[in-house]
């Protein structure tokens, strides 16, 4: 039987802040790996942002990323734990809610989209962590107990990058908590691939790319590796399969936490009207209006009803060419955009109010020691109150993509396990984990990924070689 699948995220805010550092740090380096994700106050224009030269795509990021804000970071630690049958990764989740100290724009239907999905911005202006955007202002900015400081321990402690269609999101990172974006595409991916030696992992590409899947939206994407793995455990464990614990959080701890809960998928008998767009994109330009079905797990079981279905498999490739081709003419506004950054997006003005409806969300939404609980934990009474109470989007989108992330890592090396034995353990953890996706990143409307390198053509900003300088001690 599938059971449900009950994810903490320890809400972290200006007040808590100073307290859960300890415990953040240590999720952090104690980690195998990092998944990350933001919620933001707007990115622009979307042709800008859909340009077919990479290039000017960039900049149009950039622009964005100078001129707006991180609302919210939501990351999750996973620890891979030895000694176990299955894999088996110690999950902790964090969402943390930001207030920039500078001015920045916020767009009217980024506004609309959080307010909708339950975020609260009287608790941000309240209660907002603080930040400034771009160099450093000060040497106490890579010490201390403030958010920039958090974002240094991620780089000092050298554990791989995991982000979906990721692109936007390291743009805003670098930004706002680490130095002014470089002015070029290839010192930005230079600077990066030295940031993140261990690598940058985009779980949209090892979606389309590794795992090729129907669709890799995130919370398509999720689901869909959520229901292979249950059916492998629930066929008795044979084939490779992830599995999943978390900190059980007591005493004043708890009333940090929010409980998001991820029900099995259920079934699809006599539910047949599905949203063909919201199928293929994850979002719909009618957005709640729409009167067809946006049931991602009613969706996840028609593909598979409907896989040796050539026709529907034909339109379906249809819609996603077309898709990929961002701004074509007759294609919908957000074709080959982010689908969890479309709401963020400004439209043209001669756009249809339908359009400018945006995306149906993704799955909304620590480290404490203490005891665990495992994978489908029963609920106590506390639990049971706070589910699905929280304002915790890129929390928990933070733990899906992390999530698809370690399954994918299960089902494409397992042809990789016998290479590995007799060697030493620290020369199997130096390796990859997907060596045929590392430091690619997703491009939408495109065939071939970013490559996250250094060239020999280019040179590292000079505002990083400092931050090389002062916060590794590394002469470049």
């Known amino acids: 039987m599938m059971s449900s699948l009950v994810v903490p995220v320890i809400d972290v805010q200006n007040d808590n802040f100073k307290e859960l550092w300890p415990a953040m740090v240590v999720a952090i380096k104690s980690s195998s790996f990092v998944a990350l994700d933001t919620e933001l106050s707007g990115l622009g224009n979307r042709k800008s942002l859909l340009a077919e030269s990479i290039e000017d795509r960039y900049k149009a990021i950039c622009h964005a990323a100078r001129s707006r804000s991180v609302l919210s970071l939501g990351f999750a630690c996973y620890k891979k734990l030895d000694n176990k049958a299955a894999d088996t990764y110690l999950v902790q989740v964090y969402n943390l809610t930001l207030l920039c100290s500078e001015e920045y724009i916020i767009e009217p239907q980024s506004v609309q989209f959080l307010v909708q999905h339950g975020f609260d911005f009287n608790k941000q202006y309240a209660h907002g962590i603080p930040y400034c955007k771009g160099n450093n202002k000060g040497a106490s900015d890579d010490r201390g107990v403030h958010i920039r400081a958090l974002f240094t321990e991620l780089l000092r402690a050298r554990k791989p990058l995991v982000l979906h269609n990721g692109l936007i999101d390291m743009a805003f990172l670098y930004q706002s908590f680490y130095a002014h974006l470089p002015e070029r595409l290839a010192t930005f991916t230079a600077d990066l691939s030295e940031m993140f030696p261990a690598g940058i992992y985009d779980t949209k590409y090892v979606c389309e790319f590794e795992l090729r899947l129907t669709a890799s939206y995130l919370e398509y994407a999720y689901k869909k590796c959520k229901l292979d793995n249950s059916r492998s455990v629930s066929s008795g464990g044979a084939g490779p399969h992830v599995h ?4 059980q959080y007591a005493g004043h701890m708890s009333s940090y936490v929010d409980y998001r809960v991820c029900p099995a998928v259920g079934s699809s008998e006599g539910q047949t009207d599905i949203c063909q767009r919201f199928s293929a994109f994850g979002w719909c330009p009618n957005g709640t209006q729409c009167p067809l079905s946006h049931d991602t797990d009613l969706i996840i079981l028609q593909d598979e009803k409907g896989m040796g279905d050539k026709k529907k498999k034909r339109k379906r490739q249809r819609e996603k060419k077309k898709g990929r081709g961002g701004a074509a003419e007759g294609s919908s506004i957000f074709d080959g955009a982010p689908e969890n950054k479309i709401p963020h997006m400004e439209v043209d003005p001669k756009e249809t109010p339908d359009d400018q409806q945006g995306a149906e969300p993704c799955l909304e939404s620590g480290p404490l020691t203490g005891k665990k609980f495992c994978e489908h934990p029963v609920k106590t009474g506390d639990q049971k109150k706070k589910v699905d109470t929280g304002t915790h989007r890129a929390g928990f989108d933070a733990f899906m993509t992390g999530y698809i992330f370690a399954h994918s890592c299960t089902i494409i090396n397992k ?57 590794w001690g590394m002469r470049m």
């Open 415 to 471: 042809d990789r396990v016998g290479a590995v034995e007799g060697k030493e353990q620290q020369e199997e953890e130096e390796q990859p984990w997907l060596p045929t996706s590392l430091n690619k990143v997703y491009l939408s409307g495109k065939a071939a990924p970013l490559n996250v390198v250094k060239s020999t053509f280019s040179k590292s900003s000079k505002a990083h070689v400092q931050k090389m300088e002062t916060v």
């Open 244 to 247: 999943m614990e978390f900190c």
